[in-house]
């Protein structure tokens, strides 16, 4: 691990100024992701940001009737929080699905939020990786595509991007809410917050420089049945090869959002006027456009499995 200079913000507004002074700064919570990659040397920054101190670990009803959930709260608690389990059951069961117990008890929701790939090529510092170094190619294109992306890829990215959390908030239409240098605040949608890889993968999310992560909104409460499928190679401690959030009514509409088979949760709002007729149908239109690999075509079929099982149950 390189050496770095460290200091404590007292605001989010302080937090966000010190790291525009310095690009080559990262903001620090948990660190559940960033030390990992700070002792392979993918990450370097010169100077760490330590923002646990900005009393950001409260969830909050908002006037709207929804929970405004602090950057700072822990995995842990927001999926343990009653309001969440009660009414948005599908953030409590991605939250469950992800990491160990450990892991949850310090990892933040920012953090979920920002965590980067975990593509085999990204982490390999041998392999070329244009979100690692922009410019240097890809090196999974034409190698080991297993647990890379079906769909929205390009020619620089086929990384996937590895949160639960962050599924189910783009199912739930979850707003994050930022704060920039110069003290001014911004709402994005959750829709917007990630972004495509296109020719800039190492761009991954719609922050500008120095912004910082206060918050994030939910809406008020969707009702009907909702219910996070994760499939992967083991049943514990491992990433979604493939996962299906999904938010049903009475009447067989809803909404669902994909992780495992992108560069950002998957969601296309067109699609799912598809649901009532069947998982097959509602795939194909949420798929639309997908373009696996010989390795990972079985992508393809197993989000419409999954989607099947969840569809099942919440029909009884």
């Not at 010190?18 to 690009?23: K, M, V």
């Not at 829709?191 to 120095?210: S, V, Y």
């Not at 910082?212 to 514990?236: C, H, M």
């Not at 299906?244 to 009447?251: G, L, N």
Request: net charge positive; proline share 6%; with cysteine.
């Amino acid at each position: 691990m390189r050496p770095f200079t460290y200091e404590r913000a007292r605001t989010p507004a302080e937090a966000a100024a010190a790291a525009n002074r310095n690009p080559a700064a990262k903001f620090i919570a948990g660190g559940t992701n960033l030390l990992d990659l700070m002792k392979l040397q993918i990450e370097v920054p010169s100077h760490l940001i330590d923002v646990n101190g900005l009393g950001l670990d409260r969830i909050e009803a908002t006037p709207e009737g929804g929970l405004r959930i602090g950057a700072l709260v822990r995995n842990t608690d927001l999926a343990a929080d009653e309001r969440v389990r009660r009414d948005y059951g599908v953030l409590t069961r991605a939250l469950l699905a992800g990491a160990t117990g450990q892991l949850r008890n310090k990892a933040t929701t920012a953090g979920n939020l920002l965590q980067r790939t975990r593509c085999p090529y990204f982490y390999d510092t041998n392999m070329a990786c244009n979100k690692r170094q922009p410019g240097s190619g890809c090196s999974a294109i034409g190698g080991v595509t297993r647990h890379l992306a079906v769909i929205g890829m390009s020619e620089a990215c086929i990384a996937t991007h590895p949160s639960d959390m962050a599924v189910a908030m783009r199912a739930l239409d979850a707003v994050v809410e930022t704060v920039r240098p110069d003290g001014t605040t911004r709402s994005i949608p959750m829709a917007e917050f990630h972004r495509l890889p296109g020719d800039t993968p190492h761009i991954e999310t719609a922050l500008g420089r120095g912004e910082f992560i206060t918050a994030v909104t939910l809406p008020p409460p969707l009702g009907g049945r909702q219910f996070y499928r994760k499939v992967r190679d083991r049943a514990s401690y491992a990433f979604a090869l493939v996962s299906v959030a999904a938010v049903v009514q009475p009447d067989g509409t809803g909404r669902v959002a994909l992780g495992g088979v992108a560069h950002k949760p998957w969601r296309v709002e067109a699609a799912e006027a598809e649901l009532p007729r069947g998982a097959k149908p509602a795939m194909a239109a949420i798929l639309n456009g997908a373009r696996p690999t010989h390795e990972n075509a079985f992508k393809v079929t197993l989000a419409e499995r999954a989607l099947a099982s969840v569809l099942s149950e919440a029909r009884g």
